[in-house]
Nanobody, 122 residues
């Protein structure tokens, strides 16, 4: 059974940094595309960042480009989201997702973590 577990969330002041981790069990993440998503109260879930299974490409939401970085450590079977220059509007529950399935050039997310809270506030 595949499980994804996020960690590293919490409360941070505006302008601060956090690094989220997504650790997997039951599968090797290096065979998967990985995505980070977030959902703020009263808003729809949105994609934040993704990385291809070959590590050849990454993509970011316009709202986080230049501030967030997605990366993976295959030896630790983990994926990370480094978040810098955090803003109050980054407050949300953050989820990681993984998939081997690409349909019409887009990932079809197979596995999801339980989510972790990130709060940016002074």
């Amino acid at each position: 059974q595949v499980q994804l577990v996020e960690s590293g969330g919490g409360l941070v002041q505006p302008g601060g940094s956090l690094r989220l981790s997504c650790a997997a069990s039951g599968t090797r993440l290096d065979y998967h595309a990985i995505g980070w998503f977030r959902q703020a109260p009263g808003k729809e879930r949105e994609g934040v960042a993704c990385i291809s299974k070959s590590n050849t490409s990454t993509d970011y939401a316009e709202s986080v480009r230049g501030r967030f970085t997605i990366s993976r450590d295959n030896a630790k079977n983990s994926v990370y989201l480094q978040m810098n220059s955090l803003r109050p509007e980054d407050t949300a529950i953050y989820y990681c997702a993984a998939t081997k399935i690409i349909s019409q050039g887009q990932p079809v997310w197979q596995y999801w973590g339980q989510g972790i809270q990130v709060t940016v506030s002074s």
